[in-house]
């Protein structure tokens, strides 16, 4: 260990351990389940690290200047494979959590979303409804069976990226979304009951990229938990409706 690395002080895989293991220990006093936990600590160690690897990719790699070209070169080598390193301990890191990315299959082949996965939808999907909406009006038991329809239609390895996914597809399409918040949503003359019922619903969100991106896949995964099919035709009128 070098002088510098000894005045860093770091945290240790000891201190790292006890960090992981009080979390677990207050959040199970709060009533979330030891796996539910772990699968989020995971998820923050692994995002924390792509993090890490898209700053340090992104950035421009210099050399002390003066020490000949094969130093140059040697070091630009050295620092890609330190890159390629992180890269590999991110996708192992990710890969505990949520397993190898593979391809979804027809509806029923695809692994149903957890209480934790649909929990985390809720969380992303909330704010971005309020910035076009107001409260939503909808069952949260409804709310919960929707968004767990939603995730069917992926790996749980997008899963895990599925707030950024959302957050893209928002200001994407937010003059859209704008118009049609205003004219089906809350504080409009439609009701909060029948065909446009999830207009109403923070869920809005997540059924639209959905309707976007997989379509027949949401539609298989909306049978398959025999939501009302008003709901889903009526979000997608709201959508093609012309401006």
Not at 2 to 17: H, I, K, L, N, Y
Not at 73 to 86: E, M, P, T
Not at 147 to 156: E, G, H, I, N, R
């Amino acid at each position: 260990m070098s002088t510098a690395d000894e005045g860093r002080q770091w945290p240790d895989e000891v201190s790292v351990d006890n960090a992981r293991a009080t979390l677990l220990q207050l959040v199970a006093r709060a009533g979330v389940p030891a796996g539910d936990a772990r699968e989020l600590i995971g998820l923050l160690e692994a995002g924390a690290l792509a993090l890490a690897y898209e700053e340090l990719s992104g950035g421009a790699r210099t050399a002390p200047g003066g020490k000949g070209e094969a130093y140059e070169s040697g070091r630009f080598d050295g620092a890609g494979d330190v890159l390629d390193g992180l890269a590999e301990v991110t996708e192992r890191t990710l890969q505990r959590v949520v397993g190898a990315d593979g391809e979804s299959g027809p509806a029923g082949e695809r692994p149903r979303a957890g209480r934790m996965e649909v929990e985390r939808a809720r969380v992303a999907v909330t704010p971005l409804y309020l910035a076009f909406s107001e409260v939503s009006e909808l069952d949260p038991e409804v709310t919960d069976e929707v968004l767990a329809a939603v995730l069917t239609t992926m790996t749980p390895r997008r899963r895990a990226g599925y707030a950024g996914r959302l957050t893209q597809f928002a200001t994407a399409h937010r003059a859209r979304l704008e118009r049609l918040f205003a004219a089906f949503g809350p504080g409009s003359a439609i009701t909060v009951h029948g065909r446009y019922s999830l207009v109403h619903s923070a869920t809005s969100i997540a059924v639209l990229e959905r309707l976007v991106a997989a379509p027949q896949e949401l539609r298989e995964e909306w049978d398959a938990a025999e939501l009302p099919p008003a709901w889903l035709d009526g979000l997608t009128t709201a959508w093609t409706a012309p401006v």
